[in-house]
């Protein structure tokens, strides 16, 4: 049989803190982990809000370990109504 087509799609996460606002650091927790922006949470939204039109729907998303990447994944992930887990 002929195998199924697949795609694949890949992101870069929304806009971090650091870009906007330089004094964040004095007080991260994790200072080399920024975490996204106002504006990077609503880039991330929108970026939901396209993925959930894809058709075939996605079934799978794939992120690294950074915070701003989860939290891009996240907003994905509710976008399409996917259960999160680790």
Known sequence: SIPTAKNVYFA???GRIDWID?????????SLDPPLSSYG???ANELGVH????????????VSPYLRTIQTALQVA???NKDVTS
């Open 12 to 14: 870069r996460h929304g």
């Open 22 to 30: 330089k004094s964040w650091i004095r007080t991260a927790e994790r």
């Open 41 to 43: 949470l609503e880039q």
């Open 51 to 62: 993925v959930a039109s894809l058709r075939p729907r996605i079934t799978h998303i794939y």
């Open 78 to 80: 509710k976008a399409v």
